[in-house]
């Protein structure tokens, strides 16, 4: 009876050894915070640069952990960190090694530093892509008049974008590779794409509609079985017609202008800033109930000198700029007003739109961060719909 015992006992605690190990995961960490709204939106401005971001909670340290690989094996867990030191802003990835979330610490986390191996400056070897940006099926027109088809190389893809009530919505859709963090490639809606087979590690294709005003949404679509996802049809021209209905943003919803970047201590915005500021255009004009608050954040709480908009106002340019001395306060203030006046020079009547600054006080990370222009941010909050 006691070697039965016996045997159970050692039964059982191989089963829990194996089951608390079990628990535990290489994970590549990019960011850790006390607060999980933080971590939230840290998570989401990781995954505008087409990473496969999560958080999860470490327990043992309190902190939520930004991650954007969680893997058994800490050979491809270190190869990501390098790669991210080296090709990435995020300098300061680390490699965590235990459990995050619901599972159990069994010991003491492992926290592998990964020094970046200096970069060899070489002629780069010419590599055919394993896919390629949009091409639009019927291009051209002879002189007939006739346009005449095109043979299709790879499979015929259409994507669909419009409101959960059947809108059209004009935007893009990006074929993204999680795993490596970048874009393959972009397609505008509702035009065909002679898409060619991709690499055998991005398919499922990994397709990410993303448009300011509407939740995020990403598809899986098997490149040989489209028909798996019941909402693809074909259509009389033999495409694959890829539907993403997306949801508007509710009362009470923030949403992170991600693309939207300043100049150092400026009120002057990047030039690609433009493209997300006319989608906050387009958002309230299609939404016209819709009443906002505009929050400006910065990126450090010392005073400084502030280049602001001149008499020009010109947003995208420091030509004709004015300087001030001013605090982080009046800065993400002046942030917050030149995002509400370029939708008025754009027929948004003012009344729709309230500002507030936060100055320092709501930093998602570090000031001296490699990540610290997320700081300098403009977030807008759904207020009426």
Known sequence: MKKIATRYLISLSF????????AQQYYVVVGAFAKESNAEKFTGYVRSLRYAANYELNKTKNYYYVYVLRTSKREAGLSQVTELQQESEFKDAWLFFGSLGSGEVIAEPEVVQVEPEPIKEEVPDIVQPDTVSTAVLFPSTNTDGITPERVVKGKLFKFVIQTTDGKPIHGSVHHVDFNRGRDIASYKADEYIDMPRPSR?????????????????V?????DEPLADESIIKDDKNAWVVNFELERLQKGDVSVMYHVSFYKDAVVMLPQSKEELDELVSMMNDNPNYKIKIHGHCNGNNSRKIIALGQTKNYFSIQGSDERNGTA?????LRAEAVQNYLSDNGISSDRSEVFAWGALSML??????????NDRIEIEIRQN
């Open 201 to 217: 590690n991005n398919n499922p294709m990994s397709l990410v509609c993303g448009i300011f005003g509407y939740k995020e949404l």
């Open 365 to 374: 990370v570090p000031e001296t961060s490699t990540s610290a222009r997320l």
């Open 329 to 333: 306060k009046e800065l993400s203030k």
């Open 15 to 22: 089963l829990l050894l194996v089951s608390g190990a079990q």
């Open 219 to 223: 598809k899986f679509v098997n490149y």
